[in-house]
T-cell receptor, first 115, second 117 residues
Framework: DGGITQSPKYLFRKEGQNVTLSCEQN?????MYWYRQDPGQGLRLIYY???????QKGDIAEGYSVSREKKESFPLTVTSAQKNPTAFYLC??????????????FGPGTRLTVL | AQKVTQAQTEISVVEKEDVTLDCVYE???????LFWYKQPPSGELVFLIR??????QNEISGRYSWNFQKSTSSFNFTITASQVVDSAVYFC??????????????FGKGTLLTVNP
């Protein structure tokens, strides 16, 4: 079954700790994305990647970092510099960059809570 | 700047009722794309439809239908004969094509639809 997996589903972090959220896809998609969702809000773009070893900041990249060493994987690190990290994080992918003509497919999300 | 407004924060209906979710967008592009996604309680967003700005034909897929009107910058979504399984948050999204921003989806804040038995 092709799809996007995110792990863990729930994650708890103490203040001051970095934490890494996993995102893997087996859809052979070139483009991958990370979004943040807060209660009652739409999704906001954190980072996106068009190809391996290349990624760009989205609208709210401060306090986050990513890597794209493999086509299938796009992990997101929430650093201690992120002031309000408690949120629902969604990973997505698309055939290529340019969601205007190919839809993004989403993973099941990771709910991060800072204690 | 692109913007998507979903004025209805929450809607509650009884099963078998028809329900329309509103979406109004703002863009300066002449070519753009509109999307609807469904987010069930499990959290994963499910793609429902993509429509480009040059295609104003209404679309029907089973109990779902979409009404795109450029004159009013609206892309409304109707569920006919709603079912409990339709309960979810529904997001409307916009993607522009100019200025190198065609990768970006701008989402509305979503409408929580509750269908009661």
């Amino acid at each position: 079954d092709g799809g996007i997996t995110q792990s863990p589903k729930y994650l708890f972090r103490k203040e001051g700790q970095n934490v890494t959220l996993s995102c893997e896809q087996n859809l052979n998609h070139d483009a991958m994305y990370w979004y943040r969702q807060d209660p009652g809000q739409g999704l906001r773009l954190i980072y996106y990647s068009q190809i391996v070893n290349d990624f760009q900041k989205g609208d709210i990249a401060e306090g986050y970092s990513v890597s794209r060493e493999k086509k299938e994987s796009f992990p997101l690190t929430v650093t201690s510099a992120q002031k309000n990290p408690t949120a629902f994080y969604l990973c997505a992918s698309s055939v290529s960059l340019g969601s205007s003509y190919n839809e993004q497919f989403f993973g099941p999300g990771t709910r991060l809570t800072v204690l | 700047a692109q913007k998507v407004t979903q004025a209805q924060t929450e809607i509650s209906v009884v099963e078998k009722e028809d329900v329309t979710l509103d979406c109004v967008y703002e863009t300066r592009d002449t070519t753009y794309y509109l999307f609807w996604y469904k987010q069930p309680p499990s959290g994963e967003l499910v793609f429902l439809i993509r429509r480009n700005s040059f295609d104003e034909q209404n679309e029907i897929s089973g109990r779902y239908s979409w009404n795109f009107q450029k004159s009013t910058s609206s892309f409304n979504f109707t569920i006919t004969a709603s079912q409990v399984v339709d309960s979810a948050v529904y997001f409307c999204a916009l993607s522009e094509t100019s200025g190198g921003s065609n990768y970006k989806l701008t989402f509305g804040k979503g409408t929580l639809l509750t269908v009661n038995p």
